[in-house]
């Protein structure tokens, strides 16, 4: 069990209040708006598809518009990316040279 979990459930209130408080003041997002994306993506990360119990809010960094739920792994690599297509494009050329 990782320590968010176990602070989760050590201090649910308080865990709550504050992720209300991001998702409001970050993306404008209420916890039944977060709710009803998680349902809409059946709680699948848009970009891979993997299911995922701690969906993030991706969002355009430029307008902040939502853009949808992601998971960790894939919200971190458009991050590190900087969002920039040919960034991305350019790393899936080199990976595909190198695949078997």
């Known amino acids: 069990m ?11 209130d308080y865990v709550k209040r504050n992720r209300t408080t ?10 039944e708006d977060y709710g ?21 809010v991706d969002h355009n960094h430029n307008t902040g518009a ?12 458009l991050g590190l990316l900087k969002e920039d297509p040919k960034r991305m494009h350019d790393l899936i050329k080199y990976i595909l040279r190198f695949s078997i």
């Open 2 to 12: 990782d320590c968010y979990h176990a602070r989760e459930r050590a201090h649910p």
């Open 22 to 31: 991001v998702l409001k003041g970050r993306y404008g997002l209420t916890l």
């Open 36 to 56: 009803a994306l998680v349902f809409q993506q059946r709680g699948l990360c848009k970009a891979c598809g993997y299911l995922d119990h701690n969906l993030v």
């Open 66 to 77: 939502v853009r949808g739920l992601l998971c960790n792994q894939c919200n971190t690599s």
